[in-house]
């Protein structure tokens, strides 16, 4: 009579108690065949630790910018030049678009042509007032016209002063006329091209401030009571493959009245390949502290959706085995993990290398 040996891959993803027990059940069976005739496999290991952690979550959400501005001008005209396009890095004071100053330009030069009159008018009022000056006592008529000349010269100073006082205005708009960048951001968006008007207020871009890169993410408000803020977390980014270590920054004060969520911000270095909305998740912390069994990332094993580990059995006579052991998952911290206690216990030793290749029972050789 022969025994037919169900493979794991004929049982349906399950995760009720008794489904999850004969997973286990039948993917030991059909690995501890195929173990009795493997060879030894060459492992490393480590020891599973008890420390006071909080159970965690993944939460998904988006890669977004904290900080956004419409980029805009004081001034109103005709864009002669726009220098940068969507998706450009630019530094604090880069030119992003101009105005055409044509008429600003040539309004100085009318105002330098009238300063250039008054001075030389201002030339030959001093001169007749030194010549009134040698007449004064000789004539009583010579000190009235002395007193106009005066008033006059005054006259013409104020005048060319009025005059300085436009021009430099005139040079302010001209100047203001570029428009640059208050911060080194990202281009987010290009609202206006060359050739159009510019009115009040209208954007030319939107530019993000890349020192303030965040992950949004909606947390349940039955876990907000557990965010600590300035504490680092887990961020994953599964489309560019990161695992970055992000900062709890602020939470908003606003709870989503149909979800009940409420949205944390998470703050997170830059990265080039970054895009806005990019889907994340972040691990957020869904109770108080406790004793936990933590071990390295590396130990897991994914096997139709479950987690299993494999640890060390040691025989009677003195030969060890990988010994197949299910797990469930309460937190993901860095590089490590925590788990229920049940089967697992402080002072186990867990395989971290070299159990992508196991099978059940199977023998191995631990390298130090």
Known sequence: MSIQILHPSCLRHSYTPFALTLSFMLLVISGTSLANTAPPAKVEVTTILSEELSDSTEIPGIIDFNTSSLITSEQTGIISAIFVNEGDKVKKGDTIARLNTDLLQ????????????????????????????????????????????????????????????????????????????????????????????????????????????????????????????????????????????????????????????????????????????????????????????????DALVQHQGKEFVYIVKTNDDGSQQAQIIPVHVTGRYDDKVAVKPGLLSAKTQVIVKGNDRLRPDQAILIQQ
Do not use: C
């Not at 640059?180 to 401030?209: M, N, Y």
């Open 106 to 297: 040539q309004d100085i030069k009318v105002k330098q042509s009238e300063i250039e009159a008054l001075e030389a008018d201002q030339g030959r009022i001093e001169k007749d007032i030194e010549r009134s000056n040698k007449l004064l006592k000789t004539s009583f008529e010579s000190k009235r016209a002395l007193e106009n000349l005066e008033f006059n010269l005054k006259a013409n100073l104020a005048n060319r002063q009025r005059l300085l006082h436009q021009v430099e205005r005139l040079r302010i708009l001209i100047n203001k006329s570029t428009i640059r960048a208050e911060f080194d951001g990202l281009i987010l968006a290009k609202h206006k091209h060359q050739g159009e008007w510019l009115g009040q207020a209208d954007p030319i871009v939107t530019l993000s401030k890349l020192s303030d890169t965040i992950a949004l993410v909606s947390v349940p408000e039955r876990y907000v009571r557990y965010v600590t803020l300035g504490a680092t977390t887990n961020v994953s980014i599964p489309a560019l493959e990161l695992n970055l270590q992000g900062t709890l920054d602020s939470t908003v004060p606003v709870a989503d009245l149909r979800t009940k969520s409420v949205p944390l911000k998470v703050k997170i270095d830059y990265q080039p390949s970054f895009i806005r909305n990019m889907s994340l998740k972040v691990s957020v912390a869904t109770s108080a502290k406790h004793q936990a069994l933590t071990f390295p990332r």
